[in-house]
């Protein structure tokens, strides 16, 4: 199956500082989510972003499909942005999703 | 309901004993799938169903593991004569059959803990 790889994998700021965590994937894919779990494990969606930039707030993300790579941007970090970040991707449609194994964040006041 | 909905949240068992952890999805959608989770790892795909007729369940570590979606809604997984090993977080996941949005929506999990 497809590899993915996210770095780093863990960091930690302070609050207000800026990041950027990185998903390289090892072939085509036709869809990607990032997601954030937070610390009672539930996987809350970020993005649906197959290729792109899109934002939300302080999140933004872009992904280029021909280069295997997404980027999650995260400005003026907030405590309440620790915990785990996945990229998870589909080659196909309606197939499975594969899991990173994510980049644990720690934001301290 | 609103979103996917997992039961039991918790399940504390003895090696050897049967196991069942119900998933409802966000109703409409028509995919539905099982991941495993273990502690510091990313989610582990177990099995995925597209209506009722299971349309990947290469993820399945073993005959132990079994799950059903009868009338297309509503999945349960079942785990027979549970191991240590077991011991995880299971998470349901749904999203609609559309070419507009192929986001996959998550439940809370249900912990489960063999002793």
């Known amino acids: 199956g497809i590899q993915v790889e996210q770095s780093p994998p863990d960091l930690i700021l302070q609050e207000g500082a800026n990041s950027t965590l990185r998903c390289n994937f090892s072939?085509?894919?036709?869809?990607l989510q990032w997601f954030h779990q937070n610390p009672w494990g539930q996987l809350i969606n970020l993005f649906y972003i197959p290729s792109g930039t899109k934002q939300n707030g302080r999140l933004s993300a872009t992904t280029v499909a021909t280069e295997r790579y997404s980027l999650l941007y995260i400005s003026s970090s907030q405590t309440t942005d620790s915990g785990v970040y996945f990229c998870?991707?589909?080659?196909?449609?309606?197939?499975?999703?594969?899991f990173g194994s994510g980049t644990k964040l720690n934001v301290k006041p | 309901g609103a979103g996917v909905s997992q039961t039991p949240s918790n399940k504390v068992t003895e090696k050897g004993k049967y196991v069942e952890l119900r998933c409802d999805p966000i109703s409409g959608h028509t995919a539905l799938y099982w991941y495993r989770q273990s502690l510091g790892q990313g989610p582990e795909f177990l099995i995925y169903?597209?209506?009722?007729?299971?349309?990947?369940d290469s993820g399945l570590p073993n005959d132990r593991f079994f799950a059903v979606r009868p009338e297309g809604s509503v999945s349960t997984l079942k785990i027979q004569r549970t191991e240590r090993g077991d011991s995880a977080v299971y998470l349901c996941?749904?999203?609609?059959?559309?070419?507009?949005?192929?986001?996959?929506?998550f439940g809370e999990g249900s912990r489960l803990t063999v002793l």
């Open positions: 072939d085509s894919v036709n869809n």
């Open positions: 169903f597209q209506g009722t007729g299971a349309a990947d």
């Open positions: 998870a991707v589909e080659q196909g449609n309606f197939n499975k999703f594969y």
């Open positions: 996941a749904s999203r609609a059959q559309s070419a507009a949005s192929g986001e996959l929506f």
